[in-house]
């Protein structure tokens, strides 16, 4: 058992299409205070169908903790905002607020922008390796169709699915951040948020949601468009 769930851990850490690839290695180790605001925020949630524990606060930068913010913009409340150059999700609230959230995002070559919808929305969504993955990877191939929902899986404990004129990026808002490397850009294209974050979200945000996300010039250079990522990764990139 402890051999299948250390695979299981390495494969969503290495292998999915919105996982991290460098897990926590970048945290230099210096601790970060906490409120106790934030230790509600990220407190415990024992009556999730899988329970999460606590956050590790003293990992997570207070900047990349969930807050309400000073945010001008054109765009109407209900709007999410992805500033990929800035690391932040914006839920647009109105008369210049916005709930911030710290996000990771698609290294470059990997990443996606435009104006999207939230079509769908899943707790503890199925992730489904693309053929290709599989292909490359034998490691993959028992979960050809779908990784059940829980801690194991890339997306986490949510999932937001974004479509564009009816159709499917193949791109994610979802959870299974870790807090150390919140601020990066290290998944294969989708938006990932802590499972806290990503939960929250979750509840504040009904299907149909306008999301607009930003381009960041530096890791978009060789991100291709989403029809050309629709072609490389198959049917679903993440889940």
């Known amino acids: 058992m402890l051999h299948r769930r250390l695979f299981l851990v390495g494969l969503a850490a290495s292998l999915s299409g919105c996982a991290s ?41 207070p ?37 911030r959230y710290g996000i990771e995002v698609g ?11 939230i079509a769908r929305k899943a707790e503890w969504p199925t992730w489904t390796p693309p053929a ?6 034998p490691r993959t191939a028992p979960y050809a169709r779908g990784m059940p929902g829980g801690p194991e899986n890339p997306l986490g404990a949510r999932a937001l699915y974004l479509y564009q004129d009816g159709r499917d990026t193949l791109y994610r808002i979802h959870g299974g951040g870790r807090p150390s490397t919140l601020g990066k850009a290290t998944s ?3 938006i990932r948020l802590l499972d806290h974050d990503a939960i929250d979200l979750f509840n504040r945000t009904p299907t149909g949601t306008r999301t607009v996300v930003l381009q960041d010039p530096l890791l978009s250079r060789k991100a291709a468009p989403a029809q050309a990522a629709r072609d490389a990764q198959g049917e679903d990139a993440s889940g």
């Open 63 to 99: 900047k990349f903790r969930r807050q309400l913010v000073r945010y001008e913009t054109a765009e109407p409340a209900g709007t999410i905002v992805v500033d990929t150059p800035r690391r932040y999700l914006y839920l647009v609230s109105g008369n210049g607020r916005a709930m």
């Open 21 to 61: 690839g460098n897990m926590d290695l970048d945290w230099l180790g210096v601790a970060y205070d906490v409120s106790e605001a934030d230790r509600r925020n990220y407190a415990a949630l024992p009556r999730e169908r899988f329970p999460i524990p606590a956050a590790d606060l003293e990992k997570l930068d």
């Open 188 to 190: 294969s294209g989708c």
């Open 107 to 117: 290294r470059e070559g990997f990443g996606w922008n435009g104006t999207a919808t």
């Open 132 to 137: 290709e993955m599989v292909a490359r990877d």
